[in-house]
């Protein structure tokens, strides 16, 4: 295992476009969070899965993001229509219930 | 709400010299203090937490609760600690939820 694994690494899309982003977390962590991170910041939590379930969404994900794990493995993060100021580094992290976090290298996304 | 503050966005000192990257924190209850790291080009990682009470990589950090700070400290700063420092916050009631600061990043000299 090589731990959390994200794809693609960098997508680079038009303004109203639609994009997904691809985690896979090491594979016994029961927990997967996702992160935004912005230039000059630290990562903001974004949302997070115990095995399938989300529990937990930030306000800072509009309706337009949309994330699933389906049967608790890997997970996805949709943005649709997306914005200029969605341009950033998605990062997926894993966990084995509250132990530490593993992320992965991230997908920087770039909105034109 | 809880924050976290790391006032240093850059800090650079010389090989040997002592090294501390400050972390203030705002949070009413009794929280968890983590460090994590960003080498160049590598993903990020954890350096330590203060529940553990270790020294990783000759770096300690102590949580004060009455200044409510956990400063990252090193003895002697050397060339390979150059990275992104980042302190973290994880509240009692909410075991999965990390509060990042904005980082520091660490230059250090030969």
């Known amino acids: 295992d090589t731990g959390v694994s994200q794809n693609p690494r960098h997508k680079i899309t038009k303004r109203g476009q639609n994009v997904t982003f691809r985690c896979d977390p090491i594979s016994e962590h029961n927990r997967l969070y996702w992160y935004r991170q912005t230039l000059g910041q630290g990562p903001e939590f974004l949302t997070y899965f115990q095995n399938e379930a989300q529990l937990e969404k930030s306000r800072l994900l509009s309706d337009r993001f949309s994330a699933e794990r389906p049967k608790g493995s890997f997970s996805t993060l949709e943005i649709q229509r997306t914005e200029q100021g969605d341009s950033a580094m998605y990062l997926c992290?894993?966990?084995?219930?509250?132990?530490?976090?593993?992320f992965g290298e991230g997908s920087r996304l770039t909105v034109l | 709400a809880q924050r976290v503050t790391q006032p240093e966005k850059l800090l650079s000192v010389f090989k040997g010299a002592p090294v501390e990257l400050k972390c203030n924190y705002s949070?009413?209850?009794?929280?968890?203090l983590f460090w994590y790291v960003q080498y160049s080009r590598q993903r990020l990682q954890l350096l330590l937490r203060h529940i553990s009470r270790e020294s990783i990589k000759g770096f300690t950090a102590d949580l004060n609760k009455g200044e409510t700070s956990f400063h990252l400290k090193k003895p002697f700063a050397q060339e390979e600690d150059s990275a992104m420092y980042y302190c973290a916050l994880r509240s009692g009631g909410s075991n999965y939820k990390l509060t990042f600061g904005k980082g520091t990043l660490l230059t250090v000299n030969p």
């Open positions: 949070y009413s209850g009794s929280p968890e």
């Open positions: 992290a894993s966990s084995q219930s509250a132990g530490e976090l593993f």
